[in-house]
């Protein structure tokens, strides 16, 4: 299985909104609705923002927001926020045997 | 709220195994799914596997071959065992609670760093 495939980076200023893309296949994201997103800052452990798609983790804004067209899903980060630097993850299941696969990854910037 | 804590050696030597635990605090080990998820250096995450309250187990078909995880209800920990490592095993190695076997993983642990020396 192979990951999924993210931009590896994303820049915005402040207050402005930007869109990270993960894109995979029929096998995942296409495939099924078991899309997840998480915030990673230098040092820390991942952090869930949005699952199955669109839904959002208990406490996180609601300028995050998670959206699915095809093969390929989408975070977005609105209003931004300089503590919204950090890397984000996208996640699916993937189906054959279970599987669940991530994208590598995209480094986010508050300019 | 539950809470992960992952334990185990920080160095571990080619060709052995590396062997972590993950203690849960704050709920119940049963009746869920739970994740060892790692990240190589200043890379990005690959999940490891999972294994259920009851014991099942799901492996990342290209690990599956090195990989054994285990469950013990009766201390809320789960293991990781992972035989003839290289230092392509290097990584922090996270815990995570799976909603699985489809869903996401929320909470993690802090993470762990095992190295090991080429």
């Known amino acids: 299985q192979s990951a999924l495939t993210q931009p590896p980076s994303a820049s915005g200023s402040p207050g402005q909104s930007v869109t990270i893309s993960c894109t995979g296949t029929s096998d995942d994201i296409g495939g099924y609705n078991y899309v997840s997103w998480y915030q990673q800052h230098p040092g820390k452990a991942p952090k869930l923002l949005i699952f199955e798609v669109t839904k959002r983790a208990s406490g996180v804004p609601d300028r995050f927001s998670g959206s699915k067209s095809g093969n390929t899903a989408s975070l977005t980060v609105s209003g931004l926020q300089a503590d919204d630097e950090g890397d984000y993850y996208c996640n699916s299941f993937a189906g054959t045997n279970n599987f669940v696969v991530f994208g590598g990854g995209t480094k986010l910037t508050v300019l | 709220q539950v809470q992960l804590q992952e334990s185990g050696p920080g160095l571990v030597k080619p060709s052995e195994t590396l062997s972590l635990m993950c203690t849960v605090s704050?709920?119940?080990?049963?009746?869920?799914?739970w994740s060892w998820i790692r990240q190589p250096p200043g890379k990005g995450l690959e999940w490891i596997g999972y294994?259920?309250?009851?014991?099942?187990?799901n492996y990342n078909p290209s690990l599956r071959s090195r990989v054994t995880m285990s469950v013990d209800t009766s201390k809320n920990q789960f293991s990781l065992n992972l035989t003839s490592v290289t230092a392509a095993d290097t990584a922090v190695y996270y815990c995570a609670r799976h909603y699985g076997p489809v869903g996401y993983f929320n909470p993690w642990g802090q993470g762990t760093l095992v190295t090991v020396p080429s």
């Open positions: 294994v259920l309250y009851n014991g099942n187990t």
């Open positions: 704050g709920g119940t080990i049963s009746y869920h799914y």
